[in-house]
């Protein structure tokens, strides 16, 4: 738990500092300039950009409950909107996004999933969510070529990059679905490590144990690895989850009255930013995305209206989801206490 408000407090300051550097891009800017631009933005397409950003969250718990059902562990979409909150908060806030998984994984067993069960279902969501936005990059890169080529050099070498990571981070969580040993390997290795050093007494119980569940999770992973219309669907909630996170992007330049031939080039720019953070393992990206996306809003808005927009769409895309995602984890969590008091 301290470590956890650690890196909530130090998240906080990351994103304290990245507003300060992205306004003072501006001279002319403040934030009187970027409350008017709301005030003044047509409130239908506002109200279906915060409906989109919703859907980052909600599709994510779309993605988890149907793997788990396909598992024999029916949860209801309220459940999977928990999981997907907790999953997008705890990344936003964990280096490398490390901690949302272990998080989601903790409620979905809380819930009676199998430790076993919910691993697989993670990792499996965890392979579509790394694919879903690989290819969302790649036909951004073919079909908006000259948004590409309008990134400075190194936004360019930090797509690059990302993409390289997001294919190699594919193929790895792919092999542990389909190795199960290497896993096995790995966690017990690890727990011979905790032991030599001293901080486990006896890591004969807990080996057995592991045992127990990597038998449980190769059968899983064995199990829906070969339905292929169980990762089809899965890819199809994940790529449904990148694209609503792209939409924000959209709907928030058509707010503004920007016209739909710059909301879709403002939503390449953001695909691609997206891919481009994930070069940088700070927690939500903080800094990265935020250069990017500056970069490439001014390629196609003056200095003033890019910071602007900058910061309206990462205001929505990010910490507005991460802020729906940290308030439905706190009553998710109060609720679920609730219920096992009575």
């Not at 936003?92 to 279902?121: H, K, N």
């Not at 400075?152 to 790895?172: D, E, H, N, Q, T």
């Not at 290795?189 to 592991?210: D, G, N, P, V």
């Not at 292929?228 to 899965?234: H, Q």
Request: aromatic share 10%; with cysteine; hydrophobic share 55%.
């Amino acid at each position: 738990m301290k470590k956890k408000l650690l890196w909530a407090c130090l998240s906080l300051l990351i994103a304290g500092l990245t507003i300060w550097a992205v306004a003072s891009q501006s001279r002319s800017f403040s934030p009187a300039d970027l409350w008017a631009l709301i005030r003044s933005a047509n409130k239908g397409w506002l109200a279906a950009a915060l409906l989109a950003m919703f859907g980052f969250i909600f599709f994510e718990g779309m993605a988890i409950i149907r793997v788990a059902d396909r598992l024999g562990y029916r949860r209801s979409w309220l459940n999977g909107t928990l999981y997907g909150a907790s999953d997008v908060y705890f990344s936003a806030i964990t280096p490398s996004a490390t901690g949302g998984q272990p998080v989601c994984a903790w409620f979905m067993m809380r819930d009676g999933i199998p430790g076993a069960t919910a691993t697989v279902t993670l990792l499996i969501t965890l392979v579509m969510y790394t694919l879903a936005l690989l290819l969302s990059g790649i036909v951004t890169m073919l079909v908006s070529l000259p948004v590409l080529m309008a990134f400075s050099r190194l936004s360019k070498v930090m797509i690059g990059l990302g993409s390289v990571i997001l294919l190699f981070l594919g193929l790895f969580f792919l092999m542990l679905l389909r190795k199960p040993r290497i896993l096995h390997r790995v966690c017990g290795s690890f727990l011979r490590f905790l032991e030599k050093i001293h901080l486990m007494r006896s890591a004969r119980k807990l080996k057995a144990k592991l045992d127990t569940v990597m038998e449980e999770y190769t059968l899983c992973s064995k199990m829906l690895l070969g339905k292929a219309n169980v990762l089809v669907e899965s890819f199809f909630w994940n790529l449904c989850q990148r694209l609503s996170y792209f939409m924000v992007t959209f709907l928030l330049f058509m707010a503004v009255g920007k016209g739909t031939g710059m909301a879709a080039k403002a939503t390449a720019v953001q695909c691609l930013s997206c891919v481009g953070s994930n070069c940088i393992p700070i927690p939500g990206a903080m800094g990265a995305a935020d250069y990017m996306l500056l970069d490439g809003f001014s390629q196609m808005l003056n200095e003033e209206s890019a910071v602007a927009m900058e910061m309206l769409c990462r205001g929505v895309t990010f910490y507005g989801s991460v802020s729906v995602g940290l308030i439905i984890v706190i009553i998710g969590y109060f609720i679920g206490r609730r219920r096992k008091t009575r």
